[in-house]
C-alpha cells in the first residue's frame, strides 16, 4: 500500500495527505495545495520529497466550496504501483449489513513522518449537498479525525480499495474529530473527468473508453444542448436528465444509465449531427465498433448542416370550478423533444404570475441556447393577463427581466381538445399558412355585432384568418372568433369604454381607442408570414418601450398576441411535442412556428 502519500510544501512543512493514483499522479484536496504551484510528496517508507507540480484544482475556493480536489504531478514516475480503485456501488447499503467500516491514513500533528490510521464507517446512503459523504469515528477508537487527514485515502481494508478521500472534519466541540466528510469517487469524477480512465467501469472496457473520453477532453457545451442532444438520441427514454456539464458526461451517462448495444453509437451520431462539440467520432467507431458504423450516419457536421434548435415552454392554466382554483402546469419542449415538465399545481388567480415565474426558473436551463418562445394555453378568461410583463427570474442571473425579451403567446385552452373549433381552426390555419401572409381583419370597437351576428360574420369566410381589435375584443367577440375557429388575434389591452361591442353602436368611440393603433399593427404584420408573427410581435414589444423608438401609441404598447394553428395537438404538458407542424415549420408545441 505504498500508495498513501504526504502531501508538503516545498520546504517540508507538511499540508495533508494525498494518494497515488498512476505512476505520477496524486490527488488530494484542493485546500491541502491551495496558494502552492509545487509541492514535494513522500510515501512513507519508500521515497522521501520527491518534487511535484499542482497540475489541475477543482472549483474550490474557500472553506465550505465544492469541488475540493487537486491532482499533483510527480516529476519523474515514483516506480510503485499505484491503488486501485473500488465499484462505484460499493459503499451502496445492503440489506443486512450497516455502515462500511473503512479506513484513512493521515499525518497529523506528532505523526508527520510516518502517518497513523483512523477507522472511518459511512454509506452513500448519507450523502451531504449532492457532494459529500458524511464520515464518522467511533468514539472507542482512540485516533480521531483531525488537522493532517486532508486529502487522505478512504479505503476498504478488506480488498485495500480506495472509495474516495478525506476532506474536512468538526474540530470543535462535544463531536470534534468524530464526524468529517469524505468526497467519494462518484463526486470526485465530476470535477476530474479523467478518474474514469482509472476506474473499473464495465460498460466499455478501458482502452476504447480512453481513448473516447480523450477524443471529447474539453468539450463543454451548455446543459440544454447536451439534454437535447440525448434526448433527439432517445426520443422514448422519459426518465429527468442530469444537467450535463461536459459532452463526456452526457457519453458517460448513456453508457451508464440506458441500455442497448447501440446507445453509445446512437448517441455520438447525434453528437456529430449538432456539429456543437466539433469533434469528429467516426474514426473511433471504426476502430472500436465498426458493425456500428454508418459513414452517411456519422457524416461530418460541414457536410450536414444541422437548423438551430427551436423550443417552446409552454404553461397551461385550467380553471377549476371550486373556489376559483386554477390548475398550473408547464412543459418544455425543445425541436419536438421533451426536456422538462412540472405540474399541475393548484394556484389561486392572485398567485398565478408568483407561480408561473418559479415555475420558469425551474424549467428555463432546458432552454438554454435555443431559440425559444413562452406559450400561455389558458381558459378564455386569462387571455388578456399581461404575460409579456412578467418577470424571467434565471437562477444566477443578477436582475429579473421580463417576458417580453422572447416571443410571449396566448392559446386557446379549449382548441387542445378534439372539438369542432379545433378542427376549423386547423383549416383556418393551414390557410394563412399557404398563403405566406397574416393579413388581420381590422375590427373597430362601434361594430353593431353581439355574439350571433359575430359569429356569422367570420362563419361566411374561410379566408377570415386573423382580426386586429382595436381594444380588448368584448366577450361575445372573443367567443365567436374562437368558436368559428380563427387562429391570429392581435389587440390592445385597453377598454373601448363606450358601449360593450354587444350590438350597442351608441355613444363616440372616435376616442376610446386611436386609429393610429389599428393602422400602425396592421401595416406592421399584414404582408408578415404568420410562422413569424410572435417574432415581430416581441420586436413591437420591444420597440414600443424604446425611449428612441417608440411613444405613448406606438402599436406594440400592452400588445396580447393569440396564435394558435391547433393541428390536432395533443395536450402539451401531458404529451408534448405529439404533433409535428406542417410546412416549413419546426416540429414543436409552438402553434405552427418554426420561429421558436
Known amino acids: 500500500m505504498h500508495w498513501r502519500a504526504r502531501i508538503a510544501t516545498v520546504d517540508g512543512v507538511p499540508r495533508g495527505a494525498g494518494v497515488l493514483v498512476d505512476g505520477a499522479r496524486l490527488i488530494t484536496c484542493a485546500h491541502v495545495v491551495d496558494g502552492l504551484t509545487e509541492v514535494s510528496v513522500t510515501l512513507p517508507g519508500v521515497a522521501e520529497a ?37 465499484p462505484l456501488d460499493l459503499l451502496r447499503p445492503r440489506e443486512g449489513q450497516g455502515t462500511r467500516e473503512l479506513r484513512a491514513l493521515g499525518f497529523p500533528f506528532g505523526h508527520e513522518k510516518d502517518g497513523t490510521h483512523v477507522t472511518l464507517r459511512t454509506s452513500a446512503d448519507r450523502l451531504l449537498g449532492q457532494e459529500w459523504l458524511e464520515i464518522d469515528v467511533e468514539q472507542a477508537h482512540l485516533q480521531r479525525l483531525g488537522e493532517g487527514f486532508s486529502g487522505a485515502a478512504v479505503y476498504d481494508p478488506g480488498s485495500r480499495l480506495v472509495v474516495g478521500i478525506v476532506t474536512d472534519a468538526l474540530l470543535d466541540g462535544d463531536q470534534e474529530g468524530y464526524i468529517g466528510r ?31 473520453r480523450a477524443l471529447f477532453d474539453g468539450v463543454r457545451l451548455d446543459p440544454g444542448t447536451l439534454e437535447l442532444t440525448v434526448r433527439r438520441a432517445f426520443p422514448t427514454f422519459r426518465r429527468p436528465l442530469p444537467a450535463f456539464r461536459s459532452a463526456w458526461h452526457a457519453i458517460r451517462y448513456v453508457g451508464e444509465e440506458l441500455t442497448g448495444e447501440e446507445r453509445l453509437s446512437r448517441l455520438l451520431r447525434e453528437l456529430g449531427r449538432t456539429g456543437a462539440a466539433g469533434v469528429d467520432a467516426g474514426p473511433w467507431l471504426r476502430r472500436w465498433m465498426p458493425e456500428r458504423y454508418d459513414e452517411a450516419a456519422h457524416a461530418g457536421p460541414a457536410a450536414r448542416p444541422a437548423a438551430p434548435p427551436t423550443g417552446s415552454v409552454v404553461f397551461r392554466a385550467q380553471s377549476m370550478t371550486r373556489g376559483g382554483a386554477i390548475d398550473l402546469s408547464v412543459s418544455t419542449v425543445v425541436d419536438g423533444v421533451p426536456v422538462g415538465r412540472a405540474g399541475p399545481v393548484r394556484v389561486r388567480r392572485q398567485q398565478l404570475r408568483t407561480k408561473t415565474e418559479a415555475l420558469l426558473a425551474e424549467q428555463i436551463g432546458g432552454v438554454h441556447g435555443v431559440d425559444w418562445m413562452l406559450e400561455f394555453v389558458v381558459p378564455e378568461g386569462l387571455m388578456s393577463e399581461p404575460f409579456e410583463e412578467w418577470q424571467i427570474r434565471e437562477p444566477g442571473a443578477a436582475r429579473p427581466r421580463p417576458m417580453r425579451t422572447v416571443p ?15 378542427h376549423l381552426a386547423g383549416r383556418r390555419w393551414a390557410t394563412v399558412r399557404a398563403r405566406g401572409e397574416t393579413r388581420p381583419r381590422r375590427v373597430e370597437c362601434g361594430l353593431p355585432y353581439g355574439y350571433e351576428e359575430f359569429h356569422d360574420w367570420l362563419d361566411a369566410d374561410d379566408q377570415l384568418c386573423a382580426l386586429a381589435y382595436a381594444a380588448t375584443p368584448a366577450p361575445d367577440w372573443l367567443s365567436a372568433a374562437l368558436d368559428t375557429g380563427v387562429p391570429i388575434m392581435l389587440w390592445r ?32 404584420v399584414a404582408s408578415l408570414d404568420p410562422a413569424r408573427l410572435p417574432h415581430e410581435v416581441m420586436r413591437l414589444r420591444k420597440e414600443a418601450r424604446s425611449p428612441d423608438k417608440g411613444d405613448a401609441e406606438h402599436c406594440g404598447h400592452r400588445l396580447t398576441l393569440f396564435w394558435d394553428g391547433a393541428e390536432g395537438r395533443a395536450d402539451p ?16 408545441t409552438g402553434s405552427g412556428s418554426g420561429s421558436g
Not at 392559446?411 to 373549433?421: F, G, I, Q, T, Y
Open 50 to 86: 520527491l518534487p511535484a507540480a499542482v497540475a489541475w484544482t477543482g472549483d474550490w475556493r474557500c472553506l465550505g466550496d465544492r469541488g475540493d480536489v487537486a491532482v499533483v504531478e510527480l516529476g519523474e514516475p515514483a516506480g510503485v504501483p499505484p491503488c486501485a480503485f473500488a
Open 408 to 422: 410571449v403567446v396566448v392559446r386557446h385552452l379549449d382548441r387542445l381538445e378534439p372539438l369542432l373549433a379545433s
Open 182 to 212: 469524505m468526497l467519494p469517487l462518484d463526486t470526485i469524477r465530476r470535477h476530474w473527468e479523467a478518474l474514469d480512465d482509472l476506474l473499473p467501469l464495465d460498460w466499455l472496457p478501458d482502452m476504447p473508453r480512453r481513448e473516447l
Open 493 to 524: 389591452r385597453r377598454d373601448c369604454g363606450v358601449g360593450n361591442g354587444e350590438g350597442n353602436a351608441e355613444g363616440n368611440h372616435a376616442h376610446c381607442a386611436p386609429e393610429k393603433f389599428l393602422d400602425r399593427i396592421t401595416e406592421a
Open 573 to 588: 404538458p401531458l404529451a408534448a411535442g405529439a404533433a409535428h407542424i406542417t410546412g416549413t415549420q419546426s416540429t414543436s
